[in-house]
């Protein structure tokens, strides 16, 4: 089994930064991919962004692109999440997830392995 274990979130104000790191441990070489999602309260959890092993592809999702960056670091088997110009709207708990086979963002139902979560917090 793989066991993903995300970094502490924060609380931040708007237009500021957090990066979230993923470690993972066990049989890491199961999975070929690794993602972020995240929920925010009363909704479903949703998609964020992924990354290959290898680095590529990544994917982000539209509410995201050009604001966050995924990246992963093989030899540490981590996955990082750099969040910059948050905004209030970011706030949830943010969850790393990794898969045997393909990532996929418009559902969180078929990722194998999942971290417990962190929570952000962006103010206005």
């Known amino acids: 089994q793989v066991q993903l274990v995300e970094s502490r979130g924060g609380s931040v104000q708007a237009g500021g930064s957090l990066k979230l790191s993923c470690a993972a441990s066990g049989r890491t070489y199961l999975y070929k991919c690794m993602a972020w999602f995240r929920q925010l309260p009363g909704k479903e959890r949703e998609g964020v962004a992924y990354?290959?092993?290898?680095?590529?592809?990544?994917l982000y999702a539209p509410f995201v692109k050009g604001r966050f960056a995924i990246s992963l670091d093989s030899v540490d088997n981590a996955v990082y999440l750099e969040m910059n110009s948050l905004k209030p709207e970011d706030t949830a708990m943010y969850y790393c997830?990794?898969?045997?086979?393909?990532?996929?963002?418009?559902?969180?139902?078929?990722?194998?392995?999942w971290g417990k979560g962190t929570q952000v917090i962006v103010s206005s």
């Open positions: 997830a990794a898969d045997r086979s393909r990532c996929d963002l418009s559902t969180s139902y078929g990722m194998d392995y």
């Open positions: 990354i290959y092993d290898g680095g590529r592809p990544t």
